[in-house]
């Protein structure tokens, strides 16, 4: 089955559960939620690089989902849907959490050579090899690239995020945020050079 086929298949599944639901069939949320929680999930550790915070938001998500979807018109795919309220939850818990000094952890699944080389070297598999000098200083790299990229304009440290989860192609996240699959490209490639720059590395 090719990429464009199942993905039909996941669309049409989708709007038979949501008119099962609007029929009064409460399992078929349900099925819905098992079905991307996770994705909603990934998208706010994307942004918030924080496990409980992400938890915090993927919840929120279903609630409004599930207060919003008996006026659910179908106009775009559910999964757009879905992940634009997971964005706008995420970024309001992001500045909540900065205007509160809050400190975001930085994920440790993005490669470390800014590829997207889905079997470059990632520093979860290192950081158990490292010597406690060596990991002093991989632990401070984390941090000034933690600050760094709080630093970042907002539009690149985004893009660059939610390409660092796995989830997300290309296409989704300019689906997403509403922009041309180039200017993504653009986006991301710019938010990693400049924090090589800022970074030294």
């Known amino acids: 089955m090719t990429t464009a086929m199942s993905n039909e298949t996941a669309v049409h599944e989708d709007r038979e559960l949501i008119e099962k639901f609007k029929s009064g069939a409460t399992w078929a949320f349900d099925k819905l939620v098992d079905k991307y929680s996770g994705r909603a999930y990934q998208i706010a550790y994307g942004i918030l690089g924080n496990r409980q915070d992400a938890e915090e938001v993927a919840q929120d998500v279903f609630i409004r989902i599930h207060r919003a979807l008996p006026k659910f018109r179908g106009d775009s795919e559910f999964t ?36 997207d080389d889905p079997d470059a070297k990632r520093l979860d598999v290192i950081e158990g090899r490292l010597s406690p000098d060596e990991k002093v200083s991989l632990d401070e790299l984390e941090k000034r690239a933690l600050e760094e990229l709080d630093n970042l304009p907002e539009l690149y440290r985004q893009a660059l995020m939610l390409r660092n989860v796995d989830e997300l192609s290309y296409e989704q996240i300019s689906d997403l945020l509403g922009c041309k699959l180039g200017t993504i490209k653009s986006r991301i490639a710019r938010a990693r050079d400049e924090l090589r720059k800022r970074l030294g590395v």
């Open 80 to 115: 757009t849907w879905m992940y634009r309220i997971a964005m706008n939850l995420a970024r309001n818990k992001y500045r909540w959490n900065k205007s509160r000094g809050s400190q975001r952890n930085l994920s440790i699944d993005a490669p470390l050579d800014g590829t």
